[in-house]
């Protein structure tokens, strides 16, 4: 399993930017190896944090490579104060199963 961390600082958002993300975010669900996602803001930086979980690499990298994605990218300094990608291999995964999260039941190194 992998994951995709996109952590940013807004500045202002607009029409645009809402059709893209809500398009791109669809994109992502309908890609093969999608596993899920959540958001995360910290109050006291401002920053907002997307995570998304992929089966394989490939799968991710699909996203990266998807038209809309690229199009968000390029635009990015429009609604963007600054941001940072980071994409790691998720090594291990476990809890008590209460929470419904995109690693829950996952096939990874005890």
């Known amino acids: 399993m992998y994951s995709s961390t996109f952590i940013f600082a ?28 959540e958001s995360w803001e910290n109050p006291s ?29 390029a635009a990015q300094a429009n609604w963007l104060d600054g941001y940072q990608v980071i994409i790691a291999k998720v090594l291990r995964a476990y809890g008590d199963d209460k929470l419904d999260h995109p690693a829950q039941g996952s096939r990874l190194l005890p």
């Open 10 to 37: 807004k500045r202002q958002f607009d029409a645009a930017f809402h059709r893209l993300d809500q398009a791109i975010a669809a994109a992502a669900r309908d890609l093969p190896g999608y596993l899920g996602e």
């Open 45 to 73: 930086t401002g920053w907002t944090s997307n995570v998304y979980y992929w089966e394989t690499l490939e799968a991710l990298q699909a996203l990266m490579r998807h038209p809309l994605h690229l199009e968000a990218k």
